[in-house]
């Protein structure tokens, strides 16, 4: 399988709809792959909102309302899947996300993945990039002071829970495995989200992409001392702060 593959079938994989010879295959492609590996535990949280979802009429629809219950949502995401199976992983995760939604009648799953809330379809003209790196994108960064040819910065966004950040790293090269860690004015600690960094690394010669992952603390902003972003190993390899 393609590395484009590969990313596809992580949110395929997580929610339990590929085929059994991709199923397989994939199985086995994971116990190679850090990357995908760290973008599975992730998505977990999506496969068990759809674990989580039972029947909510005899017919597939949701009593008295004629929405499509969850087996009707599941086959609609297969046929989807098997029409584009070279979508991007983010993307079909966030219209997984919507139609559960839509079912469960409100479970929050869209602002997990996206930042946002699910809005039910993805649009034609979706953008190409992941949702980590749109919500960059989207907002002003904050400049990080990094170790030794190591940049980065923070978006960071108000929500009702806490604060959503949006990282951007580069100048990493692994193996690495990292956290980004939130540190409050009372000097606590929470992570925010982890990673595994490939051999190859990010933006790097040979591998100038740079690196972009989100997560949620509970605090908001005006909790916060500053982010760090910190490896197994204890190293910081960069400080944004607040």
Same mark, same amino acid.
């Given at each position: 399988?393609?590395?484009?593959?590969?990313?596809? +079938?992580?949110?395929?994989?997580?929610?339990?709809?590929l085929?059994?010879?991709?199923?397989?295959?994939?199985?086995?492609h994971?116990?190679?792959?850090?990357?995908?590996?760290? %973008?599975?535990?992730?998505?977990?949280?999506?496969?068990?909102?759809?674990?989580?979802?039972? !029947?909510l009429? +005899?017919?597939?629809?949701?009593?008295?309302t004629g929405?499509?219950? !969850?087996? %009707?949502?599941?086959?609609?995401?297969?046929?989807?899947?098997?029409?584009?199976?070279?979508a991007?992983?983010?993307?079909?995760?966030?219209?997984?996300a919507?139609?559960?939604?839509?079912?469960?009648?409100?479970?929050?799953? @869209?602002?997990?993945?996206?930042? %946002?809330?699910?809005?039910?379809?993805v649009?034609? @003209? /979706?953008?190409?990039?992941?949702?980590?790196?749109?919500?960059?994108?989207?907002?002003?960064?904050?400049?990080?002071?990094?170790?030794s040819?190591?940049?980065?910065?923070l978006?960071l966004?108000?929500?009702?829970?806490?604060? /959503?950040?949006?990282?951007?790293?580069?100048?990493?090269?692994?193996?690495?495995?990292?956290?980004?860690?939130?540190?409050?004015?009372?000097?606590?600690?929470?992570? &925010?989200?982890?990673?595994?960094?490939p %051999?190859?690394?990010?933006?790097?010669?040979?591998?100038p992409?740079?690196?972009?992952? /989100?997560?949620? &603390?509970?605090?908001? !902003?005006?909790?916060?001392?500053?982010?760090?972003?910190?490896?197994?190993?204890?190293?910081?390899?960069?400080?944004?702060?607040?």
């Open positions: 399988m393609t590395s484009q593959v590969e990313h596809t +079938d992580v949110g395929a994989y997580a929610l339990g709809i085929e059994e010879p991709d199923r397989t295959a994939f199985s086995h994971l116990a190679t792959c850090r990357s995908c590996t760290a %973008e599975l535990r992730e998505l977990s949280g999506v496969a068990d909102a759809l674990a989580g979802i039972g !029947p009429g +005899d017919a597939g629809h949701d009593a008295g929405d499509p219950g !969850p087996t %009707e949502v599941v086959d609609l995401l297969r046929r989807r899947k098997a029409a584009d199976r070279r991007r992983r983010g993307t079909f995760v966030i219209g997984a919507a139609a559960v939604t839509l079912v469960a009648g409100g479970i929050a799953v @869209g602002s997990t993945i996206s930042g %946002e809330s699910g809005s039910g379809s649009p034609v @003209g /979706h953008s190409a990039h992941g949702p980590a790196e749109d919500a960059y994108r989207a907002g002003t960064p904050l400049a990080g002071k990094g170790a040819g190591v940049t980065g910065g978006v966004e108000t929500k009702g829970w806490g604060t /959503h950040a949006a990282l951007e790293l580069r100048g990493v090269k692994g193996p690495l495995e990292c956290e980004l860690i939130a540190v409050s004015r009372k000097g606590e600690r929470r992570v &925010v989200t982890g990673w595994a960094v %051999e190859r690394g990010y933006g790097v010669p040979g591998s992409e740079p690196l972009y992952v /989100h997560g949620g &603390v509970a605090w908001g !902003p005006t909790g916060i001392d500053h982010f760090e972003v910190r490896t197994n190993g204890g190293d910081t390899l960069l400080t944004v702060t607040v």
